[in-house]
């Protein structure tokens, strides 16, 4: 794994978990730009296992492969779920939705970097 892309991850699902917040103590629903957010999230996710996927394969270096690729398959279906769920409800529990997603990506992404022995 390519830390600066890892961090990089961690750093926009904070930003996306604070604009969620502050959406929070508002009381509003998520707006589609906060979704359209979390679809950038999504993207980097992708590079990052498509670039995961390469140096595994390469053999570098030697992880635990079904760990490994859990955290990443989980890390993919969270925000899509959770962009699902906050666009289907439209009250302030839709922001606490994308909230606790943006965390739990941000949290998972330090696992994988455990796992792959960057940290």
Do not use: K
């Amino acid at each position: 794994m390519i830390v600066p892309l890892a961090l990089l991850v961690v750093a926009v699902c904070v930003v996306l978990a604070g604009w969620a917040g502050w959406f929070v103590a508002r009381d509003r629903a998520v707006v589609l730009r906060q979704l359209w957010g979390a679809s950038v999230v999504e993207g980097l996710l992708v590079v990052q296992a498509v670039v995961a996927g390469v140096l595994a394969l390469t053999g570098t270096p030697d992880i635990d492969a079904a760990l490994f690729w859990g955290y990443v398959v989980t890390q993919a279906i969270v925000l899509p779920l959770a962009a699902a769920w906050a666009f289907a409800e439209r009250t302030r529990w839709s922001s606490v939705v994308l909230l606790v997603a943006a965390l739990t990506v941000a949290f998972l992404e330090f696992r994988l970097l455990q796992i792959w022995g960057s940290v």
